[in-house]
């Protein structure tokens, strides 16, 4: 048995920003009921409307807190071997999917804003397209490209 030692060029899981907008909106929530309890009180015409709304928010919140719980469990991991680029994405409820690319036939199409920001990182080959990092943030898909293009770019010399 043949044990490999080389290690990928490059190696990162992409992941979607985990920052706490809904946390900000369940304490929005709990602040307005704080605010607007003393007139619901006073005013008892504004009890049924007042709760209904609460009600509408409360439940918005709640899907969007199991929708951004969904989507935290998508990633995609992307490792780049001097004669092989593979691309693992993985999200609840479908099979794992596993796709490998040859570094000397691939290509990096970035997607840019008029501001030129990077709104979309893209694989080009003979079979088609493939997003890398939808999921993440302006910011996160800028650093992602930099440091995989040049990795890339490395990649394509060695090979």
Known sequence: MQVTTTS??????LRPDGSLRTTGGWIALVVA????????IAIPEFVVPGLVAYGLAAGGLVAMSLRQSRQ??????????PDQLEVTTSAPGLERQLQRFDPAQV??????DSFERTTGVFLRSGQGEVELGAFLSTADKSSFA?????????????H
């Open 8 to 13: 990928p060029l490059f190696a990162a899981t």
């Open 33 to 40: 009921a704080i605010v607007g309890t003393p007139f619901l």
């Open 72 to 81: 935290q469990r998508v990633s995609q991991q992307v490792t780049l071997w």
């Open 107 to 112: 290509r990096l199409r970035l997607q840019r």
């Open 146 to 158: 930099k440091a995989f293009g040049v990795a890339l770019r490395r990649a394509r010399r060695s």
